[in-house]
């Protein structure tokens, strides 16, 4: 096995990368920048929506059998983005820069999401089912998928669709990084003396999938006969109140809970940039501005804790436990051993 993970530096690529990492396989890693984290994968540095270095850095791959495509373009405005026509278009393209130049003969991983069942467009349909058919509206998974399709009946190799919902892992500078934006949020919150308050809004049900486990999924879709042409949703197995997680962080920061206290906090929380930097200091931390860390989650984090309206998002998992993937994970004990991992790496205050 020959593996290229591409969007490597991202939280389904470092999943991956970690899950793969004593697999008996060559590892090739591609990002704009080199992985901030430990890895044993060669690397290949480039800008996907550049199509002549696309030509100049894949050209001279030979032998890849395997493909995981977790790369993502999004816009600065996150979540009106995942609306917009040239930002489907950018992502398509981005595949077709890699798939044009460096196809695996055996097996491609794509990625998706909740998105797939138009939760960004319109309250979804629970539980969320692998066969419900495509909503209307735009989606770049669409253009992706039909892309997908096409090059593997026309080169002979397989295919794997995985669904996550909210992925969480110690990724730095994702733009969907949930475990980023509560552990600076909490520890913001904690420096200024205040109790760790929910700033979410009304309540609803949804689910998480840790990198970890995802990157776990990927490698069994990798070799798994069940998993050939097929599509699945993954969560880590359990439902999600993110209010009722709130404990579990406040105990990672040593904190108490407060009372809800509702607050957008992509409108807040850059007020603390220079608080945060100070912190940096003060605890010895990795040097990370806070908008390097947090990027565009603030935006995601208004959204996933309902700040502006929630719906009840779930996916069912029956699938892809039925082909013998059955892996699991507690949604708090994720939360906090990645907020703990995150304090150990000095990334954030203990």
């Given at each position: ?138 989606n770049f998974y669409w253009v992706q998928e039909d ?30 990084n949930m475990t980023m934006a509560i552990g600076v ?166």
């Open positions: 096995m020959k593996m290229l993970v591409v969007g490597a530096r991202g939280l389904v690529g470092q999943g991956v990368l970690e899950a793969m990492d004593d697999a008996d396989c060559e590892l090739i890693a591609v990002s704009r920048r080199a992985p901030d984290f430990a890895t044993r994968a060669d690397f290949v540095s480039v800008d996907l929506t550049d199509r002549d270095a696309c030509r100049a850095a894949f050209s001279g791959l030979s032998g890849v059998t395997h493909v995981v495509y977790a790369a993502l373009h999004e816009r600065p405005e996150l979540i009106a983005g995942w609306r917009d026509e040239q930002q489907i278009a950018t992502n398509l393209a981005m595949l077709e820069n890699v798939l044009d130049f460096v196809e695996p003969s055996e097996h491609l991983t794509l990625l998706q999401g909740t998105k797939a069942y138009g939760a960004h467009l319109h309250p979804m349909r629970n539980p969320g089912k692998e066969h419900h058919p495509r909503h209307a509206g735009p892309l997908v399709r096409e090059r593997a009946a026309r080169c002979g190799w397989a295919f794997t669709i995985m669904r996550p919902q909210i992925v969480c892992g110690v990724a730095v500078g994702s733009p969907m949020y909490a520890a913001i919150q904690r420096e200024r003396g205040g109790p760790l308050s929910f700033p979410g809004g009304e309540e609803f049900i949804t689910e998480a999938t840790d990198a970890a486990l995802l990157g776990r999924a990927i490698r069994w879709a990798a070799s798994a006969e069940e998993s050939r042409d097929e599509t699945f949703n993954v969560t880590n197995g359990d439902q999600l109140v993110w209010r009722s997680a709130w404990q579990t962080v406040a105990d990672a920061f040593g904190m108490e809970v407060g009372g809800d206290q509702p607050t957008s906090l992509v409108e807040t929380m850059p007020r603390h940039a220079e608080l945060w930097d100070a912190m940096t200091r003060k605890y010895g931390l990795a040097g990370y501005g806070m908008d390097a860390l947090v990027g565009s989650s603030w935006q995601f984090a208004d959204a996933v804790f309902g700040l502006h309206g929630g719906q009840h998002t779930l996916l069912s998992t029956v699938k892809i436990r039925q082909a013998g993937f059955g892996d699991c994970i507690d949604t708090e004990v994720m939360l906090d051993g990645q907020l703990r991992r995150l304090q150990d790496l000095r990334i954030l205050p203990s």
